[in-house]
């Protein structure tokens, strides 16, 4: 296996693979690959060679914190419910002086973003995704509004319910940071208790050999 053609995760389970379970190539080609991935440079212990690496997973076990995604999941059926009405002109907040065309595209884009935050919540992985379009999406929202308010189809006073869209929009950057914090592998101390132990392992082989 080459250095270019070897990922990140192969690289990682290489590493903290025991030694012995892999041939010489292939832990110099994960070894290499470390040495240039800042990713994977963190879970690399270059003073213990021999021994791999030491890679904290404890936060591997959850795509992102539970409670952010829960708020993140409430934010967004919140927005689910005020942009439904919108669709067919309705509005569930005062809406006097808005023109049922701004309406209509406020439902549209609200309904655009409260669904790219439940997928978020619902799966944290195409969070990045999400963000994205989420930000096509505040666009939209910013440029239609400042066009329709200058055209007077749309009150100031209005306009401050979309301070949601802007939450959820912060809620799923948020998620995105949080995302790959937790993706990316941390390297542990080594225990200067296990140290000793490894030396006399050596110090035990290299007298047998």
């Known amino acids: 296996m080459t250095t270019k053609g070897m990922t990140c995760a192969q690289t990682l389970a290489v590493l903290i693979e025991e030694p012995g379970?892999?041939?010489?190539?292939?832990?110099?080609?994960?070894?290499?690959?470390?040495?240039?991935?800042?990713?994977?440079s963190v879970a690399y212990d270059r003073s213990d060679p021999e021994f791999g690496a030491a890679v904290n997973v404890g936060l591997w076990?959850?795509?992102?914190?539970?409670?952010?995604?829960?708020?993140?999941?409430?934010?967004?059926?919140?927005?689910?419910?005020?942009a439904i009405p919108w669709?067919?002109?309705?509005?569930?907040?005062?809406?006097?002086?808005?023109?049922?065309?701004?309406?209509?595209?406020?439902?549209?884009?609200?309904?655009?973003?409260?669904?790219?935050?439940?997928?978020s919540a619902w799966r944290p992985r195409y969070v990045y995704a999400m963000t994205v379009m989420g930000f096509v999406v505040v666009a939209l929202q910013l440029v239609s509004g400042l066009t329709d308010?200058?055209?007077?189809?749309?009150?100031?006073?209005?306009?401050?319910?979309?301070?949601?869209?802007?939450?959820?929009?912060?809620g799923m950057c948020w998620m995105a940071v949080d995302v790959a914090r937790r993706a990316t592998p941390h390297a542990k101390?080594?225990?200067?208790?296990?140290?000793?132990?490894?030396?006399?392992?050596r110090a035990t082989s290299g007298s047998k050999h």
């Open 21 to 40: 379970h892999c041939d010489r190539e292939t832990l110099l080609a994960a070894r290499h690959h470390a040495s240039r991935c800042p990713r994977c």
């Open 61 to 82: 076990g959850q795509d992102c914190s539970p409670s952010l995604r829960i708020g993140l999941l409430v934010l967004s059926i919140v927005q689910l419910v005020i």
């Open 87 to 119: 669709l067919v002109g309705h509005s569930l907040v005062p809406d006097a002086h808005v023109a049922v065309s701004h309406l209509t595209r406020d439902g549209a884009l609200g309904f655009m973003i409260a669904t790219l935050g439940l997928v």
């Open 149 to 170: 308010h200058d055209a007077h189809m749309v009150t100031g006073r209005f306009e401050i319910v979309h301070l949601l869209v802007l939450v959820i929009f912060a």
């Open 189 to 201: 101390t080594a225990s200067p208790v296990l140290r000793p132990v490894r030396s006399s392992v």
